[in-house]
DNA sequence: TCCCTGCGGGAAAGGGCTTTCTCTGCGGTA
DNA sequence: TACCGCAGAGAAAGCCCTTTCCCGCAGGGA
C-alpha cells in the first residue's frame, strides 16, 4: 500500500504539505505543489489509511448501531432512519448484529467502544435479565464517562437518552380492535418471554381484554420466537389446546404472516373464522392476503429521531421521546364468527377491498 | 480513555508486559504480574482502541462487503452466508449499501481500502456501462496489487475470482414453465435495464419462449425499479397496453409481490385468469397467497462461497463458480384460460395446495 | 536601511498499540 | 569457578497519519 511519505516523496514535497493538500486543509499551499500532490496521489492510487488518520486525528466521527439482525423488516425500517440522519452529517455507520444474544450485544460495546465511535445506539428489546442489564449499564457508562453518547430505542433499562415506542398502547389497540368485534376467545402469539417488548405488548392486550371484563390466561398464550415460523408455530399450539378460537393476536407482523401460513394450513378462513391483528406494520403487512390488519410503528422515524438525539446538542436530563402506536384496518380482523359471539354485529366480511396500488 | 499506558503504570509494568498479558501473547509473563494487569484492565474498564492496534499490527483481518440494500431480502440472504464463514473464522464484516448507485459504489471501494480490509466482496448485479465498469476495475486492480482480495457475487465485470447464479438459466426456466402451462400472451416485469441481472434473466426468458417459437417483443416488456412498488407499477403499464396477457413473468420475487399486488386490485384471479412467476425464492414467497411460483437461488450458499473463496487460499487462476438455478412450483402459475390457448390442457387450478407448515 | 509581518513550507511531536531487540539475573554444565 | 543459555521483563522502534511549531523569505512601513 502506498503511503503518504511515498506520495510526498513522490511529489518532492513534505509529508506536511502532502497532507494539507489531500484533506484540504485551511492553510495555503502554492498551486504548483498542489498539483504536484494530487498527480502522485493519483499515479499511486492513494488511498490515506483510514486507521493512522483516526488514530491522529482527534475528533471520533463514526457512530455504532447494535440491533437485534438488520435484514429483520423492523430493524431494516428503523435502520433506514438511523442511515438518513447520519449520512446527512457525513458519518459512518458501523451496524453489528446481536442475533438477541445478550453475551454479544455486550461484546459488540467493547468492540464498538474500541473503534471509537461518537456514538452507541442499541436498538430492540431489552431482557428480564438483571445480571445482565446491570453489566450493559456499566459498560454503557464507562463509554459515557470518556464522552460518548447513548441512546436505546425501545428498551427500558438505559438510564439516558431514549425512544420508545408505545408498545403497550399499541397491544392495547389490537386488544381492543379484536374485541370491539366480538371475540371472546383470543389467543396470543407471543415472542421470548424474556424480551421486554413482548411483555409490555401483552400487558397492553391483557388491559384492553380486562376492560371488557375478559382475563387472558396462560393456556391462551403461546411463547416462540419472534418470527415467521415461531409465529406459525404457536399458532398450532394454541389451536391445538383450544380449537375454539375466534382471534390470534400476533406480536409481530413475522409472527402474524406464521399464522397466517398456519391457518391457511388447516382451512380456517381469515377472518371469518379467524381473525388475526398483528404488530409493526411491516412492508409486506400489506402483501400478504388477506391484508393484514396490524399495530403500526413509525419504525424509520424511531431511527431519525434516536440519531438525532445522539449527535445533537447534549441534554442535561435524560430525553424519552415516546412515539405513538397506531392500529391500521385491513382485511385480517373481522367479526367474530355468531356461533360465537356475545353481542349481534355485521356479516362477516373484510373491512376493506383489495390493497390498490 | 483510559490507554495501556494507563494499564501499565497501575500494574506497575512496562506496557509491552501490559500488551503481552492482554493479547494473550506467545511470551511468557509470570502469574503474579498478569494478575495485576488485568485487574488494572478491570478497574479502568480498558477497551483497546482499535485503531492503534490496526495500525500497529500488520496483517488485516476485516472483510469488506458491498450489497445493494442489506434490508433487501436478496441481499439479506447472501449476507447471512457471508456473515457465516467471516463469523467462523473470526472476521469482522463491515457491510456498505450502494444503493444501487454506481459512484457511491466506488466510494465505497475505497472508503474499505482505507479501512485495510483483508478482502472485498461485491455482491449485487453489474451495469452496463462501461465508463463505470473500466473505472471499478481499475480500483479493485490496485486494490489487489496491495495483496487484498477480491470476489463478485453475480456480476460479470470483474475477471477475478466470482460465484455467479445462473440467471440466464433461471429465465428459462421461469419461460419455459409458462409456456408448457400453454401461455402465449407472456408480459415480462422487469428490472433496471442498466443491470446485467435484469439483461441475463431476460435473455434465458426469450430463449425459451423462442423455442416455442414466440418472440417476446419490447412491449411486452416494463422496466422499473426492482421492487414491490415497481413490479405494481410495471404491471398496470403491460395489462394496460395488453389487456389480453395471461401470464407476467417478473424478474424478481419483489416484483412479483408487486404484480400480485396490482392484479388483486383489478380483480384478475391468479393463476385462473393471470399466471405469476417470480425469482430468487425469497423466504415471502412461499407466505404470499396463492404462494409464490418462483426460480429458486441458492442464495445464502453464493454468499458461504464468496466468502471462502476470498477466505481461502488464492488461486493462480480466477475461479468462477455457477450455481444453478432451480424452479419451484407453488400456486401463482397455473394452466394458461382456455379462450386463450394453443394446446389442450388440464383444468385451470393450482398445482399445489397451501404451504403446510 | 532596518524591522516587523505574514505567507508558504518543513521538521517533528505525538496518537495508542505491537513487536523486536536488549538487558538482567538465574540455574545448570564443564 | 567460569561460562552458557534461557526465562522474563523493559526499552524503543516502528505503523501512518495530523498538526503544532518553527524557519526562511519577501514585502511593506518607519
Known amino acids: 500500500m502506498a503511503t503518504l511519505s511515498d506520495v510526498a516523496r513522490r511529489a518532492g514535497v513534505s509529508p506536511a504539505t502532502a497532507s494539507r493538500v489531500i484533506n484540504g486543509s485551511s492553510k495555503p499551499v502554492t498551486d504548483e505543489l498542489r498539483e504536484r500532490v494530487l498527480a502522485a496521489v493519483a499515479e499511486l492510487q492513494y488511498v490515506p489509511n483510514a486507521h493512522a488518520q483516526l488514530l491522529a486525528r ?14 429483520d423488516p423492523y430493524f431494516a425500517e428503523i435502520t433506514r432512519g ?69 441512546a436505546v430505542i425501545g428498551r427500558h433499562e438505559h438510564s439516558g437518552d431514549a425512544v420508545m415506542p408505545d408498545n403497550r398502547a399499541g397491544g392495547y389497540l389490537a386488544g381492543r380492535e379484536l374485541c370491539e368485534l366480538g371475540h371472546r376467545a383470543i389467543g396470543v402469539v407471543a415472542g421470548p418471554r424474556i424480551l ?8 397492553g ?8 371484563g375478559l382475563d387472558l390466561p396462560e393456556r391462551r ?11 406459525a408455530e404457536a399458532t398450532a399450539r394454541l389451536l391445538d389446546a383450544d380449537p375454539e378460537l375466534t382471534a390470534i393476536a400476533a406480536l409481530n407482523d413475522s409472527m ?26 411491516m412492508p409486506i403487512a400489506r402483501d400478504v392476503t388477506p391484508a393484514l390488519t396490524t399495530v403500526r410503528l413509525p419504525l424509520v422515524d424511531m431511527g431519525v429521531r434516536a440519531m438525532s438525539l445522539v449527535l445533537g446538542v447534549e441534554a442535561p436530563a435524560p430525553r ?38
Chains 1, 2 share one sequence.
Open 58 to 71: 482527534s475528533h471520533r466521527s463514526a457512530v455504532g448501531v447494535i440491533v437485534h439482525d438488520v435484514s
Open 205 to 212: 392486550l391483557r388491559q384492553a381484554l380486562a376492560e371488557q
Open 196 to 203: 421486554t417488548t413482548t411483555t409490555d405488548r401483552l400487558a
Open 320 to 357: 424519552v421521546e415516546v412515539l405513538p402506536a397506531e392500529l391500521v384496518r385491513r382485511d385480517t380482523a373481522g367479526p367474530a364468527p355468531q356461533a360465537a359471539r356475545g353481542t349481534a354485529g355485521v356479516a362477516p366480511s373484510p373491512r376493506r377491498g383489495a390493497d390498490g396500488s
Open 82 to 150: 438511523l442511515q438518513r440522519v447520519a449520512t446527512d452529517q457525513g458519518r459512518l455507520l458501523m451496524i453489528c448484529n446481536s442475533y438477541r444474544d445478550p453475551d454479544r450485544e455486550l461484546e459488540y460495546v467493547e468492540l464498538l467502544r474500541g473503534h471509537q465511535v461518537a456514538a452507541l445506539i442499541l436498538a430492540g428489546s431489552g431482557y428480564h435479565d438483571d445480571a445482565f442489564t446491570r453489566q450493559l449499564n456499566e459498560k454503557l457508562a464507562a463509554y459515557e464517562a470518556t464522552g460518548g453518547r447513548v
Open 256 to 281: 402474524a404472516i406464521g399464522a397466517l401460513a398456519t391457518l391457511r394450513a388447516r382451512s380456517l378462513a381469515v377472518p371469518q373464522r379467524v381473525s388475526v391483528v398483528g404488530f409493526d406494520d
Open 221 to 231: 398464550i403461546r411463547y416462540a420466537e419472534f418470527d415467521r415460523d415461531g409465529g
